[in-house]
């Protein structure tokens, strides 16, 4: 079975401030992939990211970056310098990487604030 | 590219009602995934499409719920008798996976179902 946990259900820092969300995963597939979707107050989930198993390479794209650390299952999300508009939820998933399709499984999410 | 569509919005009926919810994809995506979410959780995976064909359903996917998705382009998920527990919101999703390949899952903004 997969399980993804996102422990910090919310957390609320000052803008410009540096921020980030932790992701701890479970799965028995030796492939399979993370991601991270974000969920402005609109609802409509985001695609942000997805990282292959096999890449622990980490990743940045402006403000964002992404540090995937298989020895700890985990695959955490920074926002530097932080702006009221990366308010939102932000949820981290895992799907496996065969088997011909993507059952992907959502943790529970963390809210985020950002206070001007 | 106008993005994965879903229709209504918003939909609020009363308890022992039938409801239909549509869903139109990318064009062109092959797959095409329905997700529940309830306040405070994840996107829970309901069933997904490869073209017309139904593969998966999950647990959660009572008798009342049928799913279809006659050409391979837009699907409905149609619950029947509602029950206030039905009340969520159902996201739709969709991806364009090749055998070897498989990609993100691109969301639509979702069908919030209020059952009274």
């Known amino acids: 079975a997969q399980k993804v946990t996102q422990a910090q259900t919310e957390i609320s820092v000052v803008e410009k401030e540096d921020v980030t969300l932790d992701c701890v995963y479970e799965?028995?597939?030796?492939?399979?992939?993370l991601f991270w979707y974000k969920q402005p107050p609109s609802g409509e989930l985001v695609f942000l990211i997805r990282?292959?198993?096999?890449?622990?390479q980490n990743e940045i794209s402006g403000r964002y970056s992404w540090n995937f650390q298989k020895s700890t299952s985990s695959f955490n999300f920074t926002i530097t310098a932080s702006q009221v508009v990366d308010s939102a939820v932000y949820f981290c998933?895992?799907?496996?990487?065969?088997?011909?399709?993507?059952?992907?499984?959502f943790g529970t999410g963390t809210k985020l604030q950002v206070i001007p | 590219d106008t993005g994965v569509s879903q229709n209504p919005r918003h939909k609020i009926t009363k308890r022992g009602q039938n409801v239909t919810f549509r869903c139109d994809p990318i064009?062109?995506?092959?797959?095409l995934y329905w997700y529940r979410q309830t306040l405070g959780q994840g996107p829970e995976f309901l069933t997904y499409?490869?073209?017309?064909?139904?593969?998966?359903k999950s647990r959660l996917l009572s008798d009342r719920f049928s799913a279809e998705r006659p050409k391979g382009s837009f699907s409905t998920l149609e619950i029947q008798r509602t029950e206030q527990g039905d009340s969520a919101m159902y996201l739709c999703?969709?991806?364009?996976?090749?055998?070897?390949?498989?990609?993100?899952?691109?969301f639509g903004p979702g069908t919030r179902l209020t059952v009274t």
């Open positions: 999703a969709s991806s364009l996976d090749r055998t070897a390949v498989l990609n993100e899952q691109y």
């Open positions: 799965t028995r597939d030796t492939t399979y992939y």
């Open positions: 990282r292959n198993s096999f890449d622990e």
């Open positions: 998933a895992l799907s496996r990487g065969s088997g011909g399709y993507q059952k992907v499984t």
């Open positions: 064009s062109e995506h092959n797959r």
């Open positions: 499409f490869q073209n017309e064909a139904q593969l998966e």
